[in-house]
């Protein structure tokens, strides 16, 4: 795997002390990496680093932003319950997200797998084809489909049920997420399922398991680094998607992004928005990590 | 009746039929080896007694139940698949123990069982490393332990020794059939390898085109190819046409060509050849270490060695000579080969020829 890398060739994959190559070695890796570095810190690290200055800041609704070191703000999101409600609203969201997308993604991509080629082709084509369209648009397209007089409801008057308010709700925002996400899901898994020898099924037939043991014990097992990677993504796009809960949710029905637009653009306070983003960003990254630790750790060794 | 039989089996994909009418009867704690160059059904028979393939037409029927249309998770035969098959997400113990915890085997036994399965295939101390953690051979090695550890009435094998390199495979091809004799199961092996097939087998069924073309033990398949298919896939062979000049109930006179100094061979017809006649034209086979080398006027016919091949026991001669190019194989005494380019003469027994067909008339 590291064999672009100028390390000494260790015989002994276990072993920990692996003789280094001397600095001088690894120059030409960090000059090809410069580049990319470069914008990195530019566009990413930079803007982070000033977000995290503002975030200490005092705000005067008469002066803006008054340079400070002062932990107010962090204070003021932390103890109010307004703040607790829009993340824990945030996290059950993605949480919710996360879970339709592997119940739906994961058998989506096995299916998908074992299709023939001219609809394996078609159907990976319509999986795909929603990130081809502006969030925006869908977000608007779902609008159309569950307002008041939308479709859904039209279709409940015909039975004469209804009609509900299904737009502004979460139900809306999940929906509508999940429809963004599948993708992200669907080809982690999907890559996972090329690797899979599909003579193991058979292996696993062959010793008496039976398919739906098979699929549970051998198959899902082995498309869990899938998932898992599918998951992080899902989950972290999810936790702080803007436009989809922005435009489904409504003004009433905030989630952390849609909050900390709220934050610069309405109150024009920008340290306290400053602040809800950061937190936002600082409690992904714990979710993230932990999930990836607990499960990843359980799955390098034997599946890499 | 036997243990394992296939009776008229066929498959067919669309138009093509893979498997033809084969029809095979093997008996318990036999070890027979289906071997064909590659698309010749082999591996689809396999499949089909396996139960992954379903048969389009005939019978299988194992200790005297017919399993044709049995689900392969019902049938509990022990497989080997060509890639292993291993799980990856299990350690060598789970993958060895599946098969007995799918058999509600309690755990006590259950364990007893899977340090005995490793240790016949010498296993035994990496029961905790997973399949990526070892090498082909041993892999090689769980699979087996993970197909014999159930104690399948059936053993099958699919190309198992393909992935391994040649040292490796001629060891292992010893201690498979080491470890079948021990435990007796009957078992059948899918190769393309003839040597393979050779060394180890009760039985060879050779395949060609979805058709068993001859069901023999190797060394009579060796010795009496039934055509020229399976004399030239079976070792290596030098054929050579002939006319007969005399019949005398099975034994016939061959003439090798008419400026050949001495013409008349016998060669001995097998039973299911009555039709030949005097005058018929044939195809005959003589072995390369059936050929013997000469003084240069010496022997039956005069030959001109055009190249030479060191095999290390042996010496590989290709001559030049009137009965066209003649593979010769010498043991290596140790003394110094023939140069190439140098005049033989090239001698052989008569019962060395073997009858192989009678062609097609000319004109």
């Given at each position: 795997m590291a064999s672009t890398l100028p390390a000494a060739d260790n015989p002994d994959m276990k072993s920990g002390n692996v003789r280094r190559a001397p600095w001088h070695a690894f120059l030409p890796l960090w000059l090809m990496c410069a580049p990319a570095f470069l914008l990195f810190v530019a566009l990413v690290l930079v803007p982070l680093l000033m977000t995290l200055v503002l975030t200490f800041y005092r705000f005067d609704p008469a002066s803006g932003p008054i340079a400070a070191f002062q932990f107010g703000n962090y204070a003021e999101v932390l103890s109010s319950s307004y703040y607790h409600t829009i993340f824990l609203r945030t996290f059950g969201i993605a949480f919710l997200v996360t879970?339709?997308?592997?119940?739906?993604?994961?058998?989506?991509?096995?299916?998908?797998?074992?299709?023939?080629?001219?609809?394996?082709?078609?159907?990976?084509?319509?999986?795909?084809?929603?990130?081809?369209?502006?969030?925006?648009?869908?977000?608007?397209?779902?609008?159309?489909?569950?307002?008041?007089?939308?479709?859904?409801?039209?279709?409940?008057?015909?039975?004469?049920?209804?009609?509900?308010?299904?737009?502004?709700?979460?139900?809306?925002?999940?929906?509508?997420?999940?429809?963004?996400?599948?993708?992200?899901?669907?080809?982690?898994?999907?890559?996972?399922?090329?690797?899979?020898?599909?003579?193991?099924?058979?292996?696993?037939?062959?010793?008496?398991?039976?398919?739906?043991?098979?699929?549970?014990?051998?198959?899902?097992?082995?498309?869990?680094?899938?998932?898992?990677?599918?998951?992080?993504?899902?989950?972290?796009?999810?936790?702080?998607?803007?436009?989809?809960?922005?435009?489904?949710?409504?003004?009433?029905?905030?989630?952390?992004?849609?909050?900390?637009?709220?934050?610069?653009?309405?109150?024009?306070?920008?340290?306290?928005?400053?602040?809800i983003a950061l937190l936002l960003l600082v409690a992904n990254l714990i979710v993230m990590l932990t999930y990836y630790r607990v499960l990843e750790r359980k799955y390098t060794r034997s599946l890499g | 009746?036997?243990?394992?039989?296939?009776?008229?089996?066929?498959?067919?994909?669309?138009?093509?039929?893979?498997?033809?009418?084969?029809?095979?009867?093997?008996?318990?704690?036999?070890?027979?080896?289906?071997?064909?160059?590659?698309?010749?059904?082999?591996?689809?028979?396999?499949?089909?007694?396996?139960?992954?393939?379903?048969?389009?037409?005939?019978?299988?029927?194992?200790?005297?139940?017919?399993?044709?249309?049995?689900?392969?998770?019902?049938?509990?035969?022990?497989?080997?698949?060509?890639?292993?098959?291993?799980?990856?997400?299990?350690?060598?113990?789970?993958?060895?123990?599946?098969g007995l915890e799918m058999r509600n085997i309690d755990k006590a036994e259950r364990k007893g069982r899977i340090r005995e399965a490793l240790s016949l295939v010498r296993l035994d101390a990496l029961a905790h490393r997973f399949p990526r953690e070892l090498s082909g051979g041993q892999r090689?090695?769980?699979?087996?332990?993970?197909?014999?550890?159930?104690?399948?009435?059936?053993?099958?094998?699919?190309?198992?020794?393909?992935?391994l390199d040649a040292k490796l495979r001629e060891d292992m091809q010893f201690?498979?059939?080491?470890?079948?004799?021990?435990?007796?199961?009957?078992?059948?092996?899918?190769?393309?390898?003839?040597?393979?097939?050779?060394?180890?087998?009760?039985?060879?069924?050779?395949?060609?085109?979805?058709?068993?073309?001859?069901?023999?033990?190797?060394?009579?398949?060796?010795?009496?190819?039934?055509?020229?298919?399976?004399?030239?896939?079976?070792?290596?062979?030098?054929?050579?046409p002939g006319t007969v000049v005399a019949r005398d109930g099975d034994a016939i006179r061959i003439d090798l060509g008419h400026d050949l100094a001495e013409t008349g061979h016998t060669a001995q017809l097998p039973a299911r050849e009555r039709v030949v006649g005097v005058g018929d034209a044939v195809t005959l086979c003589i072995r390369p270490e059936k050929l013997r080398l000469c003084a240069p006027n010496a022997g039956r016919v005069p030959a001109t060695v055009t190249s030479r091949f060191f095999l290390g026991s042996q010496w590989l001669y290709r001559l030049d000579s009137r009965l066209g190019e003649v593979l010769v194989c010498c043991q290596n005494e140790g003394t110094e080969p023939l140069p190439e380019g140098a005049t033989v003469g090239v001698d052989w027994n008569s019962e060395a020829i073997r009858f192989i067909q009678r062609d097609a008339h000319h004109g």
């Open positions: 879970l339709l997308c592997i119940v739906i993604g994961t058998p989506e991509a096995y299916v998908l797998s074992r299709m023939r080629d001219p609809y394996r082709s078609m159907f990976l084509l319509v999986i795909l084809a929603p990130l081809l369209v502006s969030v925006v648009v869908r977000a608007f397209g779902w609008s159309m489909l569950l307002n008041t007089n939308g479709l859904v409801n039209q279709a409940f008057g015909l039975v004469g049920l209804g009609p509900y308010k299904l737009e502004y709700t979460t139900f809306a925002i999940v929906i509508a997420l999940v429809h963004v996400m599948l993708p992200f899901m669907v080809i982690p898994v999907w890559t996972a399922l090329q690797k899979l020898d599909p003579q193991t099924e058979n292996a696993a037939l062959s010793l008496m398991a039976s398919p739906a043991t098979t699929l549970r014990r051998i198959v899902l097992p082995q498309l869990t680094p899938g998932i898992l990677s599918g998951s992080l993504m899902v989950f972290g796009l999810s936790a702080s998607a803007f436009a989809i809960p922005g435009l489904l949710g409504g003004r009433r029905l905030k989630v952390a992004a849609t909050a900390v637009y709220d934050e610069f653009l309405g109150s024009l306070n920008w340290p306290l928005g400053a602040t | 009746m036997s243990f394992l039989t296939l009776s008229d089996v066929t498959k067919s994909f669309g138009d093509l039929q893979a498997v033809a009418d084969v029809n095979l009867s093997v008996e318990k704690g036999e070890f027979v080896s289906l071997l064909g160059p590659s698309g010749c059904g082999k591996t689809t028979t396999l499949q089909m007694i396996a139960g992954f393939v379903e048969t389009t037409h005939g019978r299988i029927t194992l200790d005297g139940h017919d399993i044709t249309h049995m689900k392969p998770n019902k049938r509990g035969l022990g497989i080997v698949f060509q890639s292993y098959a291993l799980f990856p997400h299990m350690s060598v113990a789970d993958n060895v123990g599946f090689q090695r769980v699979a087996l332990a993970r197909a014999i550890v159930i104690a399948p009435p059936v053993l099958l094998l699919d190309e198992p020794m393909s992935n201690e498979l059939r080491g470890i079948q004799r021990k435990i007796g199961t009957t078992t059948i092996m899918v190769t393309h390898d003839q040597s393979e097939a050779l060394s180890i087998s009760d039985r060879v069924v050779v395949m060609e085109a979805g058709r068993i073309t001859q069901i023999d033990t190797p060394y009579e398949a060796y010795e009496r190819p039934e055509n020229r298919f399976v004399s030239q896939f079976i070792g290596k062979a030098n054929m050579l």
